[in-house]
């Protein structure tokens, strides 16, 4: 099996530093190192007679160059009473022949005691962080074998939603869900918290009887009677895709390697909605090589979830409003599956490279739309997604150094850098090239890519490298890479797609200002995806007579598909044009907890001069958001 372990750098200037306190230090330090060759199996991503330069990643205070963990056991129980999942993290280690120490990343833990190979030790934890924590600081020496740490979790942890059962579907059980993406596994894991970094894992999860236990591992598919549950993930992968969901959970089969879990009165919605799973992942095959990670299963989680879905290995988690009933948002399973290659199998090796997971993903996922549903379709995504970019962009300014691909985020919490561009602009870039070399080259291109670095971890400068080695240059095409890559805005040769179906959306929707409405014969076809492009592309003219009018036609305040009631309600409030759909807002606002929907609804009232209906409506609902959306909400309200 191959493993990061084959390049591992040893840092002759590490055992000087003792002070791991501050972040500084840190970036202080200039990783040139040799390559050291433990795993000769695997092929070279660099002439390993050439110093490689890998930024230490500054969200991390993991040395992995002195002492890296490399298999996690994890034997946890989570007390839904007091909030808290405790236990130990159990970690093999692979040493540096000067090694002194461990470093692991931990926040808000309650530490209770560390053994190294057993024996009792004293550790340091620096000073705390707001986003990083705490560095946990462990005495080793390069023959020790591995550590333990008894630890437990605040009930405050960032990465854990703990939700009564009036938040969930059913409103009998409790629930809990973990979403480590950036850097939140620290809160209830203590680990070497870099992308860079991989380990594997088995775990032990006890939790109450009449609650089922997922992971991002092998999963057991119904309850037992003692309520202790093993899970074991062989493949490598970072610490942020260790995940954890327990619930009142049933599960139900699609293909043959692919399922759903939910809670029961969601479970036969989500497994009509989710039927051609398993078709995408043979698409997916198709394209890009063999799926590595056996099983492919999603748990449909409470509304609170902060995300649309997170890619943790074997089993994404999704949010319930891709439920739309008619199958028209898969396109988001569409999205997690192909992060089973790229960012799963290939990550990014620091949060400065999120466009290499993210674009290379919503790039794989629109090839996997397209196979199974044709062209057209795949353009009305991309066409959405040129919508947001272009609207990215204009939020943050075209000048605006988080408009880059490769993103400066040093000093500044992660998530805080994560846009529409390192999906967009990096799908868009990735468009480019497909178009330079051909799609039959280019898909040659990204399957051997996905190949060469599997369960390997890339950077931004490493993937320039490789694109100029296995691309551009045996094809002779010159493309403004680093304009893309390192420049701001989007390029002037950035592709233009359409769509025939968009193409008379926009005949329509222009006369709408007029007073001319679209009638149900015209719109008897219409698909999720055109009447999302027909209300964003509703003019300022549009006064609240044609809105009432709309709305009676079309229900779209009322409507059963997210995405639609969402868009409506945005422009609506842009128009200032929401009174009579308030009571329909503030529900929408209470139970869902999705971020993407979140951030746009809150800042459209804000900007429309109410944000005393946005502060109201926020004071009765933020119980119900996990912590990554409060943490975006607080900002953009100032709480
Ligand atoms: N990995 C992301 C979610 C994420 C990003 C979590 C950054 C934490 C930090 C996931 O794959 C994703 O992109 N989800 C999107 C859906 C997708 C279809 C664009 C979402 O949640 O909306
Ligand atoms: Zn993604």
Redesign the pocket.
């Known amino acids: 099996m191959n493993t990061d372990l084959k390049q591992f750098n040893y840092f002759s200037g590490l055992k000087n530093r003792t002070n791991l306190n501050t972040i500084d230090m840190i970036k202080n330090v200039l990783i040139f190192a040799t390559t050291i060759t433990i795993v000769a199996c695997t092929q070279q991503v660099h002439d390993a007679s050439q110093p490689i330069e890998r930024p230490q990643d500054t969200h991390s205070y993991a040395i992995p160059t002195e002492s890296k963990t490399q298999h996690l056991s994890l034997d946890l129980t989570a007390d839904f009473t007091r909030q808290v999942l405790s236990g130990t993290a159990k970690y093999s280690l692979v040493n540096s022949p000067d090694a002194k120490q461990i470093v692991l990343d931990t926040r808000d833990l309650m530490i209770h005691s560390v053994t190294v190979d057993g024996a009792d030790v004293g550790y340091t934890l620096g000073k705390s962080n707001t986003h990083l924590g705490q560095a946990l600081t462990i005495p080793i020496k390069p023959e020790s074998k591995a550590i333990t740490i008894n630890y437990e979790t605040a009930p405050t942890a960032a990465a854990l939603q703990w939700l009564n059962p009036q938040q969930t579907a059913d409103k009998k059980h409790p629930f809990l869900f973990t979403q480590g993406?950036?850097i939140l596994t620290r809160t209830w894991i203590p680990c070497q918290d870099s992308p860079g970094i991989r380990i594997t894992y088995d775990a032990q999860i006890t939790c109450p009887k009449d609650l089922l236990p997922v992971m991002s591992a092998s999963n057991p598919t119904e309850k037992n009677a003692t309520g202790t549950y093993t899970f074991e993930m062989k493949q490598p992968i970072p610490p942020y895709l260790l995940a954890l969901a327990i619930g009142d959970l049933n599960y139900g089969d699609i293909g043959k390697q692919t399922g759903v879990y939910a809670e029961p009165s969601v479970l036969d919605k989500a497994l009509f909605e989710f039927g051609d799973m398993q078709a995408m992942l043979e698409a997916a095959e198709g394209l890009y090589g063999p799926y590595l990670w056996e099983r492919y299963d999603v748990i449909v989680l409470p509304p609170s979830f902060p995300?649309?879905?997170?890619?943790n290995p074997r089993l994404t988690f999704a949010t319930p409003t891709i439920l739309a009933g008619d199958k028209s948002l898969t396109?988001?399973i569409a999205?997690?599956l192909a992060?089973s290659w790229s960012g799963n199998l290939v990550t990014n090796a620091t949060w400065n490279d999120f466009w290499l997971n993210?674009g290379f993903?919503?790039y794989f996922?629109r090839r996997i739309m397209e196979t199974l549903y044709g062209e057209e379709y795949a353009n009305m995504l991309a066409m959405l997604g040129f919508q947001d970019l272009q609207h990215e962009v204009h939020a943050l300014g075209k000048s605006h150094k988080d408009t880059h691909l490769h993103l400066d985020l040093d000093g500044r919490d992660p998530?805080d850098g994560?846009t529409d561009i390192a999906?967009e602009k990096g799908a868009y870039f990735l468009t480019l090239l497909e178009e330079k070399v051909g799609r039959e080259a280019f898909d040659k291109f990204l399957k051997d890519y996905f190949e060469t670095h599997k369960f390997q971890t890339l950077t931004t400068d490493e993937f320039k490298v490789y694109l100029n080695q296995h691309l551009l240059d045996p094809y002779a095409i010159e493309v403004n890479i680093d304009e893309w890559i390192h420049g701001a805005g989007i390029p002037d040769n950035c592709p233009s797609i359409t769509s025939d179906k968009f193409t008379k959306v926009d005949a329509i929707v222009s006369n709408v200002s007029k007073g001319d409405l679209p009638t149900q014969a015209t719109t008897n076809d219409w698909t999720t995806h055109e009447w999302l492009h027909f209300i964003r592309a509703l003019g300022d003219d549009v006064d609240s007579k044609a809105l009432d009018a709309l709305n009676g036609l079309y229900g779209f305040a009322d409507s059963g598909n997210s995405e639609i009631a969402a868009a409506w309600f945005e422009k609506s409030i842009q128009l200032g044009h929401y009174d009579y759909f308030r009571p329909q807002l503030e529900a929408f606002l209470y139970t869902v907890g999705r971020r993407?929907f979140l951030t746009p609804l809150y800042s459209a009232l804000k900007e429309a001069g109410d944000i005393k209906t946005a502060k109201a409506i926020y004071a009765k609902s933020k119980a119900n958001y996990h912590s990554v959306s409060t943490q975006t909400l607080d900002a953009l309200l100032g709480e």
Request: charged share 30%; hydrophobic share 35%.
């Open positions: 993406q950036a995300f649309g879905g997170m890619e396109a988001l999205h997690e992060h993210e993903t919503v996922e998530d994560m999906y993407k």
